[in-house]
């Protein structure tokens, strides 16, 4: 048991603490349960959310969420995403006429 006397005492990070101790938290539940067990408490999470909220808290944090990144990132970001998709199309025409020949 800790010793609050010891000079050490309190000295230790979380960030250390769990470095010490076994497993975390999250891993052994993900060992136990597996994958599908966070698919299902999202899912039931998202269900619980969406009816609570409806479809207009949806639209809003993502206007919200579209805001901050232009305001971040600008206009050079769209005309660079932009772009690549642009490529992308490209090329799966490109593959697409090849595999019809």
Not at 13 to 34: H, I
């Amino acid at each position: 048991m800790a010793n609050p006397k010891d000079p050490k005492y309190g000295k230790m990070t979380v960030s250390e603490a769990g470095k010490l101790g076994g497993q975390k938290g999250g891993e052994k539940v993900a060992q136990k349960y597996g994958h599908e067990f966070y698919e299902e408490i999202g899912r039931k999470g998202g269900e619980t959310v969406s009816q609570k909220y409806g479809h207009e808290f949806y639209e809003e944090i993502g206007r919200m969420g579209g805001e901050k990144v232009a305001r971040e990132r600008g206009h050079e970001f769209y005309e660079e995403i932009g772009h690549k998709g642009g490529q992308r199309v490209r090329e799966l025409i490109e593959e697409g006429k090849e595999s019809e020949e």
